[in-house]
């Protein structure tokens, strides 16, 4: 498994952009794919956005297309993901992850290790 930190996340007005950081440990970093996910008080985990393990391939959910950007720099073991037009329903805590396997998932139950967590919160 990997060893994974999240960073960067903050209170910020509705509107505004936040940059979150991943940082993760270990060698191996450039074989797995990234994802982020985010959790709401009161409700499920879900998919945010994903990049694959080149950093050629990323995909997001609907409700953040278009604002958000997920990236990586495997020479740093780093995964950020860049929102901007940040709205009130964005607010969660936001969490990195780690898929052991290289199929494209979206399914939380499909990564393997996880970050603490970092809270965003948008005010309106």
């Known amino acids: 498994q990997v060893q994974l930190v999240e960073s960067g996340g903050g209170l910020v007005q509705a509107g505004g952009s936040l940059r979150l950081s991943c940082a993760a440990s270990g060698r191996t970093f450039s074989s797995y794919p990234m994802a982020w996910f985010r959790q709401a008080p009161g409700k499920e985990r879900d998919f945010v956005a994903r990049?694959?393990?080149?950093?050629?391939?990323?995909s997001y959910a609907d409700s953040v297309k278009g604002r958000f950007t997920i990236s990586r720099d495997n020479a740093k073991n780093m995964v950020y993901l860049q929102m901007n037009s940040l709205k009130p329903d964005d607010t969660a805590v936001y969490y990195c992850a780690a898929q052991k396997l290289t199929s494209y998932s979206t399914n939380r139950n499909d990564y393997d290790s996880w970050g603490q967590g970092t809270q965003v919160t948008v005010s309106s």
């Open positions: 990049v694959n393990r080149s950093g050629s391939f990323t």
